[in-house]
């Protein structure tokens, strides 16, 4: 089992949210980050790299351009021989998500929503894939999302997001299969109701804090896992969902 209690990690939509979170929780623990920043105007990022001078650097990413991703693995590499963890949490959801099958589905917004959500992390494993290989750890985490479930789906609606978590974690199978006999290891994860900004402003009715949902995913992302050949999605208490 390898285990390390420091390195380097990416995280992917880190300006606000769990991302934020995730990237202050790792800061905290004596990790360098590179921050993917996808909005520079929002000034949390800029505000934590004061009392992280060293460790911190933002680094502009777009998961749904590939020439914005592969820009940012140049950067990356530029400044670091390898990326230990490497956190695909960026994700958008639509606020078209309660319209039903009888109305007029928004398939442009159902477009950008697999784009992001489902395409957006293959884009960033490919182009980080050499900065990983250089890794002891090889660890590739995957925020998904309970709503990916097909088995326990109870949703009437919702059909974008489901549809491009659900994608998401069949993108992360495949790959676990090609990769997995390299040392990769694999976290695949629903970080719970979240008060974040998915909605545009910031939500006050869901379960979690984005600093406390990061201090649940925090140790499934690090944590060695006995049983790294079975590819699993977690919960942020612990509770495995079926695909
Ligand atoms: N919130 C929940 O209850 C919940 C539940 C289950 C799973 N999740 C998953 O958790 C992850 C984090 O969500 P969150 O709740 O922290 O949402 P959030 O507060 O909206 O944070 C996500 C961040 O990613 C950014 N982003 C959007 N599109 C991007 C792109 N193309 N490239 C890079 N960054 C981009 C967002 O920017 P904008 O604000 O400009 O979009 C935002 O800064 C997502 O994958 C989400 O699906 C969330």
Redesign the pocket.
């Known amino acids: 089992m390898t285990k390390i209690d420091t390195g380097t990690a990416l995280v ?2 880190a ?5 934020f979170g995730l990237t202050q929780g790792l800061l905290e623990r004596g990790w360098r980050v590179f921050a ?1 920043q ?2 520079p105007e ?1 000034p949390q990022l800029e505000e934590l790299r004061a009392q992280y001078p060293d460790a911190l650097q933002p680094v502009p ?4 351009s590939i020439a914005s991703v592969r820009a940012a693995a140049q950067t990356v590499g530029t400044a670091s021989e390898r990326v230990d963890l490497l956190i695909n ?5 639509s606020r078209t998500n309660r319209t039903p099958i009888s109305e007029r589905l928004d398939y442009d917004e159902a477009h950008r929503l697999y784009n ?2 489902a395409l ?1 992390p293959l884009r960033v494993v490919e182009a980080f894939l050499p900065l990983v290989a250089e890794s002891v750890l090889k660890r590739l985490c995957f ?5 990916g479930s097909i088995n326990r789906a109870e949703r009437t609606a919702w059909y974008a997001y489901c549809m491009s ?1 659900a994608a998401l974690n069949m993108g992360v199978k495949i790959m676990f299969n090609d990769l997995r006999s390299q040392g990769y290891t694999f976290r695949l994860y ?5 008060r ?3 909605g545009g402003t910031k939500s006050d009715d ?1 379960d979690l804090e ?1 600093e406390e949902a990061a201090t649940y995913a925090l140790p499934f992302f690090l944590r060695a896992r006995a049983d790294e050949d079975r590819l699993v999605l977690m919960d942020y208490l612990g509770r495995e969902w079926p695909f």
């Open positions: 992917t939509g300006d606000r949210g769990l991302g993917g996808y909005m929002w990413l777009d998961v749904a949490n960026a994700g958008v959801t992001v959500n957006g925020v998904s999302s309970e709503a978590k629903h970080p719970g109701w979240i974040s900004y998915m869901a984005p």
